[in-house]
């Protein structure tokens, strides 16, 4: 019997004790986890910066969406209600009339990504605690130590044994018994596209929630105010390194004024200050590839560099249709800065 199926189990003997639990009280529980995880929001945010590598402020600010998360999905649990369906719309129906439950889903296995240890993790289990489900959390083998700790704010809120258990391990092994257990009755990933796909073919007769990767593009248009779109760019590509799946990854501008606008870019990159280290070795020499091809194909860099992990803010301007980091996703090395592409009329 492996680590999944024992939490597998523990969850499904959970679930008649989350659904006897009014709603009402699985909103307390997780109120008062969030209280819980204000009081050691310091400890969360020192695991986040040594085994994700985020600035303190990053940090901080996933702390706080978090904690803030919880009292959202609090206020608008209450908002789920039944419906009721009267009689007499169609010949068939006169003297009949439809009462439509909502009802726990079973046992929801929860899968997160590395970027965002912490909040992405939370943000999918929450619900899920709050409908009166059982969930089985893999978190990203690289950044797992946030939500074993956020097992233990939630057993401390007095969710009962087996309503919320951590998994550890590689999803080529732990991840894909997760997703493929008979006893799993949704799925809810965050993280690469190939992943994704492979979860979506192998997953079998389950709801299924995919978050995969994106491409961010900022469009500058003629009108724009070039000082603040100069400086929403930046802040948009080197937030979190550039390890988001939201993150400017592509600059399309409309204008004349290029060099000016290129001028302003280059400024509030060079000024952004520090940047954290990618997540591991891999993603930073991915990261120094797509920037080294878009040069190769006649880009111009601005800026930039690397120090191991770290990645220096980068500029590329000029970037040519057939460079990689047109169409890939960047999550660092072109990720974790600004890129700007000029359209001409």
């Not at 799993?184 to 007769?205: H, K, L, Q, W």
């Amino acid at each position: 019997m492996t680590d999944v199926d024992v939490a597998v189990a523990l969850a499904k003997d959970a679930l008649p004790v989350m659904a006897r639990m009014p709603g009402h009280e699985r909103i307390s529980r997780i109120l008062a986890a969030a209280d819980v995880l204000r009081r050691d929001r310091e400890a969360f945010v020192e695991v986040l910066m040594a085994e994700a590598g985020k600035l303190r402020r990053d940090a901080e600010g996933e702390a706080d969406a978090t904690i803030e998360r919880m009292r959202l999905v609090s206020r608008e649990a209450r908002a789920m209600v039944g419906s009721y369906i009267p009689d007499g719309w169609t010949s068939d129906t006169v003297g009949r009339f439809a009462v439509v439950m909502r009802v726990p889903v079973g046992v929801v296995a929860v899968i997160g990504p590395f970027n965002y240890p912490l909040f992405i993790p939370a943000a999918k289990a929450v619900p899920a605690l709050v409908a009166g489900n059982a969930v089985v959390m893999k978190p990203a083998s690289s950044t797992s130590l946030a939500m074993v700790m956020f097992a233990e704010v939630l057993s401390e809120a007095g969710f009962p044994e087996g309503a919320f258990t951590v998994v550890r391990g590689k999803g080529s092994q732990v991840g894909k018994r997760l997703v493929t257990h008979p006893d799993v009755a949704m799925v809810s990933f965050t993280g690469g596209t190939e992943v994704g796909d492979t979860i979506a073919r192998t997953v079998g007769i389950k709801r299924l929630q995919l978050e995969l990767g994106g491409k961010g593009t900022a469009i500058v248009l003629p009108d724009a105010d070039l000082a603040l779109a100069a400086r929403k760019v930046v802040e948009g590509s080197l937030k979190n390194s550039g390890q988001r799946c939201d993150a400017v990854s592509l600059v399309l501008y409309c204008g004349t004024e290029y060099d000016d606008f290129v001028r302003r870019v280059v400024e509030e990159a060079g000024a952004w200050g520090k940047v954290g280290p990618l997540i591991d070795d891999e993603a930073a020499e991915r990261v120094s590839s797509l920037i080294e091809d878009a040069v190769a194909r006649g880009a111009t860099q601005h800026l930039g560099g690397r120090d191991g992990r770290l990645i220096l803010p980068t500029v590329l301007t000029d970037v040519t249709e057939n460079a990689r980091i047109v169409s890939e996703e960047t999550f660092g090395p072109v990720g974790s800065a600004p890129r700007v592409i000029q359209v001409r009329a």
